[in-house]
């Protein structure tokens, strides 16, 4: 009876034991699956990242030349301004310095 006892015990923990090592994989498997979307996530993450660095690299000197030509559109306005108000001496004081410094 004690013997019969004790197989059924052992039998009942080898069971156990072997869901408990199945559960173990499964753990494992979704673990590495988890560790490998991070490492895509982390790879597009450095890629999104370096494109970025580029495109600001290639935006900077059109948005320099932008503020350049609103400068010049600006003092030209300003010279067709003085012109349209028949005011000669501020006109030709804006056109012979086109560039803006007095």
């Given at each position: 009876?004690?013997?019969?006892?004790?197989?059924?015990?052992?039998?009942?923990?080898?069971?156990?034991?072997?869901?408990?090592?199945?559960?173990?994989?499964?753990?494992?498997?979704?673990?590495?699956?988890?560790?490998a979307g991070q490492k895509e996530?982390?790879?597009?993450?450095?890629?999104?990242?370096?494109?970025?660095?580029?495109?600001?690299?290639?935006?900077?000197?059109?948005?320099?030349?932008?503020?350049?030509?609103?400068?010049?559109?600006?003092?030209?306005?300003?010279?067709?301004?003085?012109?349209?108000?028949?005011?000669?001496?501020?006109?030709?004081?804006?056109?012979?310095?086109?560039?803006g410094t007095n």
């Open positions: 009876m004690v013997e019969a006892q004790l197989e059924a015990r052992d039998s009942k923990l080898t069971r156990s034991m072997k869901r408990i090592r199945a559960d173990m994989v499964k753990i494992n498997e979704g673990q590495e699956r988890i560790r996530a982390r790879e597009k993450f450095e890629e999104i990242s370096k494109e970025t660095a580029k495109l600001k690299e290639e935006t900077n000197p059109i948005s320099k030349q932008s503020a350049a030509n609103q400068v010049r559109l600006d003092l030209m306005f300003q010279i067709v301004k003085a012109r349209s108000e028949n005011d000669a001496p501020q006109g030709r004081r804006t056109d012979s310095n086109p560039a």
